[in-house]
Structure formats: C-alpha cells, structure tokens
C-alpha cells in the first residue's frame, strides 16, 4: 500500500503504532500522568497498556513534539497533548473514520 | 512496592535502561510500577514489560547515539544467543557416545575380528548386489 496525502495533512500517526494514538486520545481532554494513561485507555478501549509500552510511546511522541511533558508533581510527570498532536490526531481519526464509512459500506454492498 | 522481591524484579529490569531514560524516568516508573502492583498487577508482567521496552530503547537509534553503538548491542545480542546454542549443542557428543550411531549387530552374528573386517570387501572388487526380500535379516 502507498503512502497517501488527502490534502487535510499527511497522517503522520499511521506509522507510530496503536499505543501512540491511544496515548494521543486519552491527552485530548486534558493533561494525565501515567498511571492515569494506563486507567483511561483501559476503560476506553479495552487495552491494557504496558508501562514499558507506555514510556516507548511517550518518549517517541515528544520526540515528534506531538505531546510535552509538564513539571512533575511529586515524581509523577503529567503530558499535555501539543497543538501539532491534536492536529496530528485530527487528522489520523478523520482517515480511520473515512476507511471504517468504506469498511460499512461495503459490508452492506456485499450484503454479509 | 511492599513486597521487597517485587521491588528488586522491577528495580533490576529498570536498571536495564540506558542511563539518560533512567535520569528522566525511573522514579516515575518505579511509582507507576507499585501503583500498578497494589492493583493486582503481576510483578513478573511489569518487570517483563520493562526489560522489553528496555531492549527497544537501546535497539532504537537515535540522534546521539551512533548506528555503530546500535550494531554493537546487536552483536552482543546474537554472540549472546550463539554461546547459548554452543552450550546446548556440546551436550551432543555425550549422548552420541551413550548411543552410538550404528546400531548393535543382531544376535546372529559371530563376534567380529580384524581379519573380519578385511574379509569384508569381496574378492572381486565389484559392488556385490544386495537382496533385500522378505524375511531379509541384515547381514553381519
């Protein structure tokens, strides 16, 4: 399969793995520390979040400035989504939406 | 962590991050680790997780560090796994001795002896043919 620009913006999260994106969602509505991040993802999408998956994740977001993290509080650090990782998200949920409308619509073509 | 022998499982496997990732995180991953444990959470499973991460963080390049640091871990890895398999296989000639390769001669056959075994080319020199039919029993 190609790469493929919709001309909203290059989805620069297809290549960063599913625990990334998860971490990007559960950063939308507010900043969260990780233990917070292995709580919310599990209760919104069933995942169980390893804390080794979890620092891999978050180290390769901040390397992308797609999240930042804030000062700590005692030693645990919060991370707050960055615009460029909101936009980042926007961009990748419109793609997964537009390939789940396609996904339906065949399904209901094909009449399974 | 209360329990001590969960404390020094996930402590171990945090010591096997590169030291710029424990400078920034090991606190905040050693709480994360017993927030999770007074959850119900496995200590081997956390340990594991870390160790696994551990290895992605030194096999993963990045800015600082050269591709040749990254090549070297490599090695180390697969000369690592080769002296494992070395062990494993120098078990080998033990049992070989233990169980020859040729099998026992069957009860028949005469004790052999040096004159015997030179006997044992024909006189010819041809390739003799061999019968195998049914009720073939193998020769001495």
Do not use: F
Request: proline share 9%.
């Amino acid at each position: 399969m190609g790469k493929r620009d919709d001309g909203a913006g290059q989805d620069i999260l297809r290549r960063v793995g599913e625990a990334s994106v998860l971490i990007l969602i559960s950063l939308a509505d507010g900043p969260k520390h990780g233990y917070a991040l292995i709580q919310d993802i599990k209760e919104l999408a069933g995942v169980e979040l390893g804390p080794g998956t979890l620092y891999g994740a978050l180290d390769r977001l901040e390397r992308l400035a797609l999240i930042e993290s804030l000062p700590a509080e005692d030693r645990r650090h919060p991370y707050r989504i960055t615009a460029p990782g909101a936009a980042a998200l926007r961009v990748h949920l419109d793609s997964l939406e537009r390939v789940s409308a396609a996904g339906r619509l065949r399904l209901q073509l094909g009449g399974i | 962590m209360n329990d001590p022998r969960a404390s020094r499982l996930v402590e171990a496997a945090l010591r096997c991050y590169p030291a710029r990732w424990r400078r920034r995180h090991a606190d905040e991953a050693a709480e994360l680790a017993t927030l999770l444990i007074r959850d119900g959470t496995p200590a081997r499973s956390i340990a594991w997780s870390y160790l696994v991460g551990a290895a992605r963080e030194w096999l993963t390049p990045r800015p600082g560090r050269r591709l040749s640091a990254v090549a070297c871990a490599l090695l180390v890895a697969v000369c690592s796994l080769g002296v494992s398999v070395a062990l494993l296989a120098s078990t080998q000639p033990a049992r070989a001795v233990v169980s020859p390769s040729r099998p026992p001669a069957p009860a028949h056959c005469p004790p052999r002896s040096a004159s015997h075994a030179a006997d044992a080319v024909p006189a010819t020199g041809h390739p003799q043919p061999v019968n195998r039919g049914p009720g073939h029993v193998r020769p001495c």
